[in-house]
């Protein structure tokens, strides 16, 4: 069955084209097997596995035990009912959100919490000021386009830096050797949703197009730290902590990545290795944790403390 391309109905409710096209497939093949799903589709086993993980993710499907690894899909009327419901509460979030941002803008007058700020000199400038002026905390969100640069930070002595990379973000492996370099501060998130620096809680500054948008004490702030925290909970650390367990520092990288969703051409492409080095490790890290798949691998190892 190759060339697999049902038109798709499912984008509205956040699902890819070829998540659904890979959901399709298992609803004409249940329990079907990694390899029986690459015969059908006609696709790379890595672009199976990849669109499997984000059916797992999504609730679109599910694993049965035993070897090898079958994946069963989850009734459809079942599925798209949680996918609404989650769509609903992102949708009322959003208007919460809008509901907030309008209050603000009606009640702010002339001296409101909200200045707009134009032109990448003056736009850089601002990023670097409020950096300079924390005392306690930045967290940062960053993603691309870089319209100015990539919000880098400007550690002062006794603030806490927590970052949330967009994957796009970090694409060359100095890139994130950089971010790493960073210690447990740093952390990486698919599909970061916009371009924050907050300082101190006290001071926003989100980046919308060629403007910068400076948010002072406000719902809308409060609004924006809370996100943060949930994206922060969410994100993948880019160095997990040094163990003495089974996994070397550079074990607990590659999976770090691996759990962040890339591919193993990706992650030999950020770690500046070959791609048979990466499997090779990656059979090795198996084999530490008596894993017989990254899921369960990234499971034990969470388990385990070993991606704190």
């Known amino acids: 069955m190759h060339n697999y391309r049902p038109a798709p109905v499912l984008e509205a409710l956040g699902v890819c084209s070829e998540d659904e096209q890979l959901y399709r497939a298992l609803l004409a093949r249940p329990e079907a097997t990694t390899t029986e799903l690459v015969t059908d589709t006609g696709w790379a086993t890595a672009r199976v596995a990849r669109h499997l993980r984000s059916l797992l993710s999504l609730g679109l499907a599910s694993r049965t035990p035993g070897r090898p690894a079958r994946y069963t899909p989850a009734v459809p009327e079942a599925a798209v009912e949680l996918l609404a419901l989650r769509k609903q509460a992102a949708i009322v979030q959003a208007r919460l959100g809008a509901a907030a941002l309008t209050s603000e803008f009606r009640a702010r007058g002339d001296a409101g919490p909200f200045t707009v700020i134009r032109g990448q000199q003056a736009m850089a400038q601002r990023f670097y000021q409020a950096q300079q002026s924390a005392q306690t905390e930045v967290l940062i969100l ?18 806490a830096y927590r970052t949330v990379y967009d994957m796009a973000a970090l ?17 990486m998130l698919r599909d970061v949703p916009l371009k924050l620096l907050v300082a101190d809680q006290r001071i926003g500054l989100l ?10 004490p406000s719902t809308l702030l409060d609004a924006l730290v809370r996100l943060f925290e949930l994206l922060w909970q969410q994100a993948t650390p880019l160095s997990p902590s ?19 969703g890339l591919t193993d051409q990706a992650i030999a492409r950020r770690l500046g290795v070959a791609q048979r080095t990466v499997e090779r490790r990656m059979q090795r890290i198996l084999k530490a944790l008596d894993a017989t798949t990254r899921f369960q691998a990234g499971l034990r190892a969470g388990q385990r403390g070993l991606l704190t």
């Open 142 to 159: 960053d993603k691309p386009p870089f319209v100015v640069l990539p919000i880098e930070p400007r550690r002062a002595h006794g603030v």
């Open 171 to 187: 694409v060359e492996p100095a890139e994130i050797a950089a971010a790493r370099s960073a210690g447990p501060s740093c952390r």
């Open 207 to 216: 980046q919308a197009g060629q403007e910068l948008v400076e948010i002072g």
């Open 242 to 260: 040094a163990s003495d367990g089974p996994l070397t520092f550079e074990d607990q990288q590659l999976l770090a990545l691996a759990a962040a």
